[in-house]
């Protein structure tokens, strides 16, 4: 392979997890080319800067990702590094993403509050406050406990645990990955099984995103690429992407390869959770793509589309 080095520039959001996942991402091209020179700039996007809304009411699609969009397609930097769950389903032309890494621990999990003395989200009080920015984690805790109170959270992991700490709350939910990957796992006081709790398309896994005619970037990216995850990951995407959801849709998806079978369950939602449809598919991994676009039509006429319609009226 003729490689040719060049001064590569990661495009991030700043927050102390968004850096984590540019630095370990650099760490990991670096052990592959080491003589590569590589710097990271931070970009402040839209999903950043409104803190005081929930994600819901902002509009849903591009929030972490457009700014930094625009600064790859105007080749201000190389590639961007994203939590896959962020990146809308649908990239702007000229744009793809150039590789998908190995999965964290897909699950959410639950943080009581340090002070309860209960750890666990089943013994919460009934009429309980539990904290979460997601409409997809509000439907299915309310699914399951209808008496609980929400309360909407937003900022990084660090204000959301001051957050919670200064509260009455009894716990916060998060995604597994980012507390793991900041180091936080003592904190977790609960794994949700995803029988319980479908993740978010994509949740544990990083897109790195590229411009498409830039062929150089594909090489060094190549030994980040994560086969498993992509098949899975793409499978969600499809499902996401057919029903044209963003974060104002409590969608969830969880895809896996099983020895050699790809296996997705799905989820669709009203936002009280009182109405919910969920499904299963499987199938051989290459054809990820056709079974989640399968799952999503079949829940979509199995009850789906009428929740769907019912949001889209409230929005």
């Known amino acids: 392979m003729n490689i040719k080095f060049r001064k590569i520039i990661i495009g991030t959001r700043g927050s102390q997890l968004a850096l984590w996942q540019a630095e370990w991402v650099k760490g990991e091209m670096l052990k592959n080319f080491p003589k590569l020179q590589i710097e990271v700039d931070i970009i402040k996007t839209t999903g950043d800067k409104v803190l005081d809304s929930p994600l819901s009411k902002i509009g849903d699609k591009g929030l972490f990702t457009k700014e930094i969009e625009h600064a790859l397609l105007a080749k201000q930097v190389d590639l961007a590094v994203h939590s896959l769950k962020d990146l809308p389903t649908s990239l702007p032309d000229g744009l793809i993403i150039g590789a998908i890494t190995k999965r964290e621990d897909v699950r959410d999990v639950f943080i009581a509050h340090p002070q309860k003395k209960y750890k666990i989200f089943d013994e919460v009080p009934m009429n309980?406050?539990?904290?979460?920015?997601?409409?997809?984690?509000?439907?299915?805790?309310?699914?399951?406990?209808?008496?609980?109170?929400?309360?909407?959270?937003?900022?990084?992991?660090?204000t959301r645990f001051t957050k919670l700490d200064a509260s009455d709350w009894d716990g916060i939910i998060l995604a597994s990955a980012g507390v793991t990957r900041l180091g936080f796992e003592n904190r977790i006081t609960e794994s949700f099984p995803t029988g319980k709790m479908l993740p978010a398309v994509g949740q544990g896994a990083l897109g790195i995103e590229i411009r498409?005619?830039?062929?150089?970037?594909?090489?060094?990216?190549?030994?980040?690429?994560?086969?498993?995850?992509?098949?899975?990951?793409?499978?969600?995407?499809?499902?996401?992407?057919?029903?044209?959801?963003?974060?104002?849709?409590?969608?969830?998806a969880y895809a896996r390869i099983e020895n050699n079978e790809f296996i997705m369950d799905g989820m669709i939602g009203s936002l009280d959770g009182k109405k919910m449809v969920r499904g299963k598919v499987c199938g051989v991994p290459e054809k990820s793509e056709e079974l989640g676009q399968q799952l999503a039509q079949t829940l979509y006429a199995s009850g789906g589309r009428e929740i769907l319609e019912q949001i889209r009226k409230q929005a």
Do not use: M
Request: with cysteine; net charge neutral; proline share 4%.
């Open 128 to 158: 309980g406050k539990i904290a979460t920015g997601s409409l997809r984690r509000k439907c299915q805790i309310l699914n399951w406990r209808p008496d609980l109170e929400i309360i909407d959270l937003r900022g990084n992991l660090n």
């Open 212 to 252: 498409e005619d830039d062929r150089d970037i594909i090489q060094y990216l190549h030994p980040l690429i994560s086969q498993a995850t992509t098949f899975s990951t793409l499978g969600e995407r499809s499902f996401l992407r057919t029903l044209e959801g963003g974060c104002q849709i409590p969608v969830g």
